[in-house]
């Protein structure tokens, strides 16, 4: 019969699993609810200070109700034939039947020739609250227009791209988490063969994102956070390749203490004192560099600061309550059908080792070790090089912005019909700068405008909400639409919107600004650039100091993160090159560069501190260079496993058609396993072997004799 002793140390497993299978099903659907609570528009993306912002509100008072414009346009379904009288009739007949229609705001605009003669266009204002109503009413619109005969008509602007965007977003609860999940199941099955841990590890990170996401959700409900479907995407793949990861140092730590102990109990204490440091410094290097985007102008980047923060904790949560109540409970039937067993520090052979790996993994490891033993500065010597030589490419990297006709990964209808548009239009047709003026300065400012290299026409806003006619005047202020002569979202236009700025703030008394959408996307990218400069610093200082305090040196936190900020440079420059070689990409979204940095210096700062948590271990009992050796083997498969799938489940962002999250799919999975595969294996334990005990300095290690 079992003593109360015994009984009561079985009690706390129970209870801690009863407590998170309950959080599991009482919270887990909110991982399918987010996108209740998630919004797609484009404000979302716009910086708060910048000038195109202030626009957008000052906007809203030339407006009964603000509106969702759709632009269609017509070609004849002959190619290269010209549209005649009776079709433009037709085709202003079909706009005038849409008004009074469900969603449609206002009269919409009769048909308008192209100089060419080649096409047709007009604009529907819509509701913005359309919601999921919004697809309908887009197809009413679109059923109106194929109505002329003789042509073909296609649906472009900013409802047709907020449609295509939302769209791209659909199933994205459903489809990017059963990717993420089956890909580390997978994974994990294949390089650790047992055939309970991996559901186990799933279901702890599972149940982790269920908890994640019922907070955000919460908080997203009273307007605490704010989700959009990037957000949300990443939070999902964020908790799974986070809490694996913590949850693969776990297992791997209480396998080998329970070889060496014997009772379930007793491995565990150990596993937990000694994995508890490296697992939250790791996850502190992650959420503070995540909370660090707070710091950012843009809406978007700030909104991940704290979802992703309150991810990491939910996934170092489960790590370290769900995940030892299970293995205690289970004991070595978790490992099955593999035995735990004793490492053999210095055996060469294969077989499979306490952390898990596949047959032959600690062979590989002792070859590696007495590779960086055996010659530590050649070995840093050639990796260093080749990383720089990586690098080197990353200024090519251009980050600003990507066209419209890339943003979407598959073939868009909005982008094809703003193709279309361009080829008979004004390049920035339906994407007019917007200015806003004193009314008393009006003829100044409209001539200031027209006179702009780059501007096809300016023309005042009338009372219809189009421009000509009467110019609409409230509280003192007009509204200028400026076409511009190239494609809205082209280089060109960002130059032509930077100069049109200049000649109307130039108009004494004009208080002039100049927003629209090249103006926002101009301006995103130069709060872009400013954010990185101000969080880069911040957040490798904030790691530094997380750092310094885990490994009790200074020598050492540099190193570290010097290591991995050339790693970010390397990976940048192998992306450079992938994107405008393999992807054919012209430009890269203007936050990419900064997810990026975040991303792969918080998560590459996780691999070195899991490897050198313990090389500090073993160098306290062993000396330094048997401490790089030891550590080094006994991590190295765990952490290569981890390495593996945290690339994989960021790689599973690629399944969401969208160029912003295809690359930073790319970066942050080749950039991990980068660091995990050459940085972590290789550079690091070189470079500490070649300096010796003074690498730990000002430590108690660094006063070892080498």
């Known amino acids: ?209 269920g908890l994640a996401c019922a907070i955000v959700y919460v908080l997203a409900d009273h307007d605490i956070v704010r989700v959009d479907g990037q957000v949300q995407g990443i939070l999902s793949i964020l908790v799974i390749g986070a809490a694996t990861d913590y949850a693969l140092l776990l297992t791997a730590r209480f396998r080998e203490e329970l070889a060496v102990h014997g009772d379930r109990f007793a491995a565990m204490r150990v596993a937990l004192r000694e994995s508890f440091g490296p697992i939250t410094a790791s996850a502190a290097t992650v959420a503070a560099g995540l909370l660090a985007l707070l710091l950012s102008d843009l809406t978007n980047n700030r909104a991940l600061g704290p979802v992703g923060a309150i991810g990491i904790v939910c996934s170092v949560l489960s790590a370290l309550t769900f995940l030892p109540a299970v293995l205690v409970l289970l004991g070595r039937k978790a490992y099955w059908p593999a035995k735990p067993r004793p490492v053999d520090d210095h055996s060469a052979s294969g077989g499979q080792d306490s952390g898990g790996q596949m047959s032959g993994g600690q062979g590989i490891w002792h070859k590696v070790a007495a590779l960086v033993d055996r010659a530590p500065r050649k070995v840093w010597a050639i990796t260093l090089a080749a990383l720089i030589t990586c690098a080197a490419f990353a200024p090519t990297l251009t980050s600003k912005g990507v066209p419209l006709d890339e943003i979407f990964v598959n073939d868009a209808p909005s982008v094809a019909a703003q193709e279309t548009l361009s080829e008979h239009f004004p390049g920035g047709s339906g994407n007019p700068a917007v200015i806003i003026a004193a009314a008393d300065r009006l003829p100044e400012v409209t001539e200031a405008a027209t006179r702009t290299d780059g501007v096809a026409s300016a023309v005042p806003v009338s009372a219809s909400g189009r421009p000509g006619g009467e110019p609409l005047v409230v509280d003192g202020k007009v509204r200028i639409d400026a076409t511009l002569e190239d494609a809205a979202d082209s280089d060109k236009a960002k130059e032509a919107v930077a100069a049109l700025r200049t000649a109307v703030h130039a108009v004494p008394g004009s208080d002039a600004l100049v927003g629209g959408y090249t103006a926002q996307q101009y301006d995103t990218q130069r709060t872009a650039e400013d954010d990185r400069t101000l969080i880069v610093p911040v957040v490798l200082a904030i790691i530094l100091v997380i750092l310094v305090f885990l490994l009790r040196s200074l020598l050492m936190p540099v190193l570290l993160v010097a290591t991995v900020a050339l790693n970010f440079f390397a990976t940048l420059g192998i992306s450079s090159l992938v994107f405008t070689h393999v992807f054919g990409f012209s430009g890269t979204d203007s936050s990419v560069p900064l997810y990026g940095f975040v991303f792969l210096v918080a998560l590459g700062v996780d691999y070195n501190i899991f490897l050198m948590s313990r090389v500090r271990e073993e160098s306290l009992r062993h000396g330094t260079r048997e401490g790089i050796l030891r550590g080094l083997t006994t991590t190295g498969g765990v952490i290569t496993s981890a390495g593996v799938v945290l690339a994989a489940t960021f790689a599973a962002l690629g399944v969401i058609p969208l160029a912003f999250l295809v690359q930073i799919a790319f970066i942050v999975a080749f950039g991990v396993l980068l660091d995990t595969l050459v940085v972590r294996s290789l550079l690091v334990p070189a470079l500490v072997r070649d300096i010796g005990p003074k690498a730990w300095w000002p430590g108690a290690l660094s006063r070892e004799r080498s």
């Open 1 to 209: 019969m079992p003593t109360p002793a015994r009984s009561v140390r079985w009690l706390v497993p129970v209870v801690l699993l009863i407590a998170w299978l309950g959080i599991g099903g009482g919270l887990g659907p909110y991982a399918g609810k987010l996108g209740e609570v998630a919004t797609n528009d484009q404000a979302a993306f716009l910086p708060r200070n910048a000038e195109s912002t202030q626009v957008i509100e000052a906007q809203k008072a030339f407006q009964q109700n603000e509106t969702l414009p759709v632009i269609l346009v017509w070609t004849s379904a002959e190619k290269d034939a010209p549209v005649d009288d009776g079709q433009r009739e037709a085709v202003t007949g079909a706009l005038a039947s849409l008004a009074g229609k469900d969603g449609v705001v206002g009269t919409p605009s009769p048909a308008l020739p192209s100089e060419d003669g080649l096409a047709l266009q007009g604009i529907v204002q819509l509701s913005p609250d359309l919601g999921d109503e919004l697809p309908t009413v887009l197809e009413e619109v679109e059923t109106a227009g194929a109505s002329v005969s003789g042509t073909t008509v296609r649906l472009a602007g900013p409802a047709a791209s907020q449609a295509d965007l939302s769209d791209a977003f659909a199933g994205i609860d459903g489809l990017l988490l059963g990717v993420a999940l089956i890909t580390v199941l997978v994974i994990l099955l294949l390089v650790y063969r047992s055939v309970l841990l991996p559901f186990v590890i799933i279901l702890g990170a599972v149940f982790a994102l």
